[in-house]
DNA sequence: ATGGCTACGATCCGTAGA
């Protein structure tokens, strides 16, 4: 198969972010886009935009909050949103196959504060999503799973570890709920490879976070062993945060050969 | 430094994000 390229961005409303988009999409050409946050009504989805930009759409989203979607070259097949036997309202899980790949886009809970309803709603949604992530690495042995998982793993892949100790996004039960999915069997893409020190796909965008290089690393893309094996890159694409107006994620890209 | 952005849907402020 020939090479293929996968990409995952939180790009914090379609709406806004949709010039940005296509012209990002005509730059990196991958061949499978996850976005998160789209923040649009299915009907709203800009189907034809994309279409014309060479890309199949499918998307679950919703009004202001929340929204996924799956954007791929190659024709798309058993589309699913949500995770089976867990009911949510909130739009932030879609897989569909294509090009021999099973793909799934997440959108994890943020989880506003450790110990907050929000908090457990995050955990819930963690051991949800790891049940059903290991039925469908059974069904499908290549399976990328890439989104804004709202956790950084380790201690490196926060700006200020002293700072955030303990706070969201790093406590122990979101870290440990990350390494249940590495459990699985699938691998954290982007630590495949060395990279530079200080990488992060997140910035605030208050206090000058990305000038200063604040950030935390939360989107990633998961591969089980047979994706892994044909991985042969894994970068954090930091040039759509540096525009006008952008979102507050950067994308996150991998190669599988 | 508990925020001093941004987007949204509601009105000129509250909620949420991370």
Not at 35 to 54: I, M, R, S, W
Not at 114 to 132: I, N, P, T
Not at 170 to 180: D, K, M
Request: charge should be neutral; include cysteine.
């Amino acid at each position: 198969m020939d090479a293929v390229k996968l990409a995952t961005w939180n790009v914090n409303s379609l709406k806004v972010r949709l010039p940005q988009l296509l012209e990002w999409l005509g730059a990196q050409r991958p061949d499978f886009v996850c976005l998160q946050e789209t923040k649009l009504e299915d009907h709203k989805f800009p189907v034809a935009e994309l279409e014309a930009a060479g890309y199949r759409s499918s998307f679950a989203g919703q009004k202001t909050y929340n929204g996924v979607a799956i954007l791929a070259r190659p024709p798309l097949a058993e589309v699913a949103a949500g995770i089976p036997g867990f009911a949510d309202e909130q739009k932030r899980v879609l897989a569909c196959t294509a090009g021999g790949l099973r793909v799934v886009c997440l959108y994890a809970p943020n989880g506003q504060a450790v110990g907050s309803d929000k908090y457990e709603y995050k955990l819930r949604w963690y051991e949800a999503l790891r049940r059903w992530l290991a039925e469908e690495l059974a069904r499908h042995p290549r399976l990328a799973v890439l989104g804004d998982l709202n956790v950084a793993p380790e201690d490196r892949d926060v700006h200020d570890p002293k700072l955030w100790e303990g706070q969201v996004h790093v406590s122990e039960p979101e870290r440990a709920a990350w390494r249940a999915l590495l459990a699985l069997g699938l691998q954290d893409g982007f630590r495949l490879f060395e990279q530079p020190e200080k990488s992060f796909s997140w910035w605030d965008y208050r206090m000058g976070a990305f000038r200063r290089n604040a950030g935390l690393r939360i989107d990633h893309i998961l591969l089980s062993g047979a994706a892994a094996a044909d991985c042969t890159a894994c970068t954090i694409d930091k040039a759509p945060r540096k525009l006008e107006r952008p979102s507050d994620h950067a994308p996150v890209m991998a190669e599988l050969r």
